[in-house]
């Protein structure tokens, strides 16, 4: 296979950037980023390297979950900008090689959305089949998204005088996604938006969209030939269209949504790993991400995985033991202010690790070499922090920090949308302008490693395989695809440490990626390496056959 035959696979090797546009760049002077900000930083994201950007919802909405509440799927909230700035976005995008994803948030809508207002207004409206309705709330389905914050997922509307279902905030009632005119209308949202460029979508919520406990209807018709049909409906559309799928499940259950033949998401989020991999940093031990690895389903040669360190919520850590959880909030969020639904971390990445640019640059090296499509949430290439004075998982959406000048360069209004970040992650100490300058800054090694990520597909397609070597503290792993083999070596500990690698008696040469040098040893199959604090290598195997 050639990889310019396989390019409208395009996402099996990208790299995305996860933006919050209120967040990202404000320049109407309102305090609230918008789409004219992130068009005016499109070369930093294209020098950064990332060849995907997502975009966090952007559509009116009351803003009571951040975006995810939309009132209407077909617009751009005013304060961001208009659909002309819209597609302007995806021109200047698309003219620097940088695709668009948008959130596809169908699951529920806003409470303030006209469907629902429709919806509720009679038992006889239209629209009353749009979503979940019942005379009393059900125990199912079980288990809730924001405990503490919610002690149900349904309740009671005086104006309908029923229950509805939610899964998330009441704020938000969940759509009926067995009904046929939903589907129809959800397929109409996703034409529309390819029409107007995007190149495909993150899919929020799946398991919920797809939920059939205490929903009968939802049986009868099987949610998951639904996903199939929207799945075919994108391809139609536009053929290199990709599916991101927001699925936070058990390992059994994720295999499911890939469908059988890779027919339904095309990646889906690698939440297990990621949760594993916290438990590896704090502990300073390879084993929970072995584990992890060696038990993920075998992925469908058209789909795969997209891996992270953080993301825009909370850090989940719902599938851990209620031990291991602890020991992570002990490592990682250990004030009871940094933790959230019992379960999650509050905190961005840079924060948790105290800063500490060996420790850093160990986890971003490791999230990159995971098998899968990296995915980036803004600012994390600089370091960003979060602020905990800022409610719920809004502390880690803070206005990102392009300079030392006033809020950042942020924004010229008196009140930016969120307070920033402060102390030794506030902006005199963490900003873009200044990374640029320095050599040695996070950024600058940011952009090594995406670009080193780019030129490695055997990460997006290879076939991954542990190597084994003796001390607890090191990871490490290989990738080969089509001739090329990468091997990845990661210490997890404090303690430098050397480690013996059998690489295969075929190696004929070994070059060390991320510093572009060659390495004496190696032939013959065995490598001695040093690891130091916390150090990481991604070895490229010149190979007798084969080669790269
Ligand atoms: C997942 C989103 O990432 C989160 O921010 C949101 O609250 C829920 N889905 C509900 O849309």
């Not at 930016?416 to 992650?425: C, I, N, Y």
Request: aromatic residues 10%; charged residues 25%.
């Amino acid at each position: 296979m050639r990889l310019d035959q396989v390019s409208d696979q395009w996402w099996k090797d990208a790299i995305v950037y996860c933006l919050d546009v209120r967040a990202f760049l404000d320049t109407d002077g309102d305090g609230v980023g918008d789409l004219n900000g992130v068009m005016g930083r499109m070369d930093y994201m294209a020098e950064l390297g990332v060849t995907c950007l997502w975009l966090m919802p952007f559509q009116p909405s009351p803003l009571r979950d951040g975006g995810y509440d939309i009132s209407d799927h077909y617009g751009v909230d005013p304060r961001l900008g208009t659909l002309g700035d819209f597609v302007e976005l995806v021109r200047a995008a698309n003219d620097r090689g940088l695709r668009v994803i948008s959130d596809l948030v169908v699951n529920h809508t806003s409470d303030q959305h006209p469907w629902f207002q429709d919806s509720r207004s009679s038992a006889d409206s239209p629209k009353r089949g749009w979503y979940v309705w019942r005379d009393e709330p059900s125990d199912e389905p079980e288990g809730l998204a924001f405990p503490g914050k919610e002690d149900s997922n349904w309740t009671k509307d005086a104006e309908a005088a029923q229950y509805y279902l939610h899964r998330f905030y009441h704020f938000e009632p969940d759509l009926d996604t067995a009904n046929a005119e939903v589907r129809e209308e959800i397929a109409r949202i996703v034409g529309f938006w390819l029409a107007l460029g995007v190149a495909g979508f993150r899919i929020d919520a799946v398991p919920a969209m797809l939920e059939t406990a205490g929903l009968p209807e939802r049986v009868a018709n099987d949610p998951r030939d639904w996903l199939r049909d929207l799945r075919a409906f994108v391809s139609r559309r536009r053929g290199d269209a990709m599916l991101l799928g927001e699925v936070n499940v058990d390992p059994q259950q994720l295999a499911q949504y890939f469908g059988d033949h890779g027919d339904l998401l095309h990646l889906e989020f690698a939440f297990l790993l990621n949760q594993s991999l916290w438990l590896s940093l704090a502990r300073g031990e390879a084993d929970p991400l072995e584990t992890m690895v060696r038990m993920l389903p075998q992925v469908p040669p058209d789909s795969g995985w997209a891996t992270f360190l953080r993301n825009h919520d909370e850090l989940t850590l719902d599938k851990l033991s209620v031990a291991q959880r602890r020991e992570v909030f002990g490592a990682f969020g250990p004030e009871e202010h940094m933790q959230l639904y019992g379960h999650g971390i509050r905190r961005r990445a840079a924060p948790m690790l105290d800063g500490d640019p060996d420790r850093l640059r160990l986890a971003w090296s490791l999230t990159f070499s995971l098998p899968g499509t990296p995915v980036l949430l803004y600012g994390d290439e600089i370091g960003l922090g979060e602020n905990l004075a800022i409610e719920d998982r809004y502390a880690v959406r803070v206005p990102m920090q392009w300079s030392n000048e006033r809020h950042a360069g942020f924004t010229t209004a008196d009140e930016p949308v969120r307070p920033l970040a402060e102390g030794q992650f506030g902006p005199e100490r963490v900003n873009v302008a200044a990374q640029r300058r320095d050599p040695d800054s996070l950024l600058q090694w940011m952009r090594r490693l995406v670009w080193c990520r780019r030129e490695r597909p055997e990460l997006g397609w290879g076939s991954v395989t542990l190597v084994d070597t003796a001390p607890p503290s090191i990871f490490a792993h290989r990738s080969d695809w089509e001739g090329r083999t990468l091997v990845a070596v990661h210490n997890l500990g404090e303690e430098p440490t050397s480690v013996t690698l059998a690489l295969g008696e075929d190696v004929v040469g070994v070059e060390d990626v991320l510093e572009a040098r060659e390495l004496k040893g190696g032939k013959g199959g065995r490598l001695d390496v040093e690891l130091g604090r916390y150090g990481y290598l991604w070895l490229d195997l010149d190979r007798a056959r084969g080669g790269g």
